[in-house]
């Protein structure tokens, strides 16, 4: 399966950007460290991958690819790993238990985000 682009933007505690927050990428469920990749070429051996967590740029802003055949645990934390910023599982390339700063987001909000864009 192709690639798939995914961006976030980190929301420091009390709004605005959270500079330097740190995304990590695991298999779903453990704690083994899963590959994102900084291009669509996303072959284990030879695509360029993410480091791993990686930190968000000065405006809060993670961008990434991803293989969607892989099931993973993703977790962003604030810049000192404190406070869970979003905590995800993405099974089938699809976003599911989905929280943001410890919101439950609901499954409607879920079906939007996994949307393609101007559907709805």
């Known amino acids: 399966m192709a690639a798939r682009p995914f961006a976030f933007n980190a929301i420091a505690v009390g709004g605005g950007p959270e500079s330097g927050a740190l995304f990590n990428s695991y298999i779903r469920s453990t704690s083994t460290r899963s590959p994102l990749y900084t291009s669509t070429d996303i072959d284990p051996v030879t695509g360029p991958k993410k480091q791993n967590p990686f930190a968000s740029d000065g405006d809060g802003r993670c961008f990434f690819y991803f293989d969607p055949d892989i ?36 499954a409607s909000w879920v079906e939007a985000l996994n949307a393609a864009l101007g559907a709805g």
């Open 71 to 106: 099931q993973y645990t993703w977790r962003c934390t604030t810049a000192d790993g404190a406070t869970i910023i979003l905590e995800c599982d993405v099974v089938d390339g699809v976003l599911s238990n989905v929280t943001s700063d410890t919101i439950l987001i609901d």
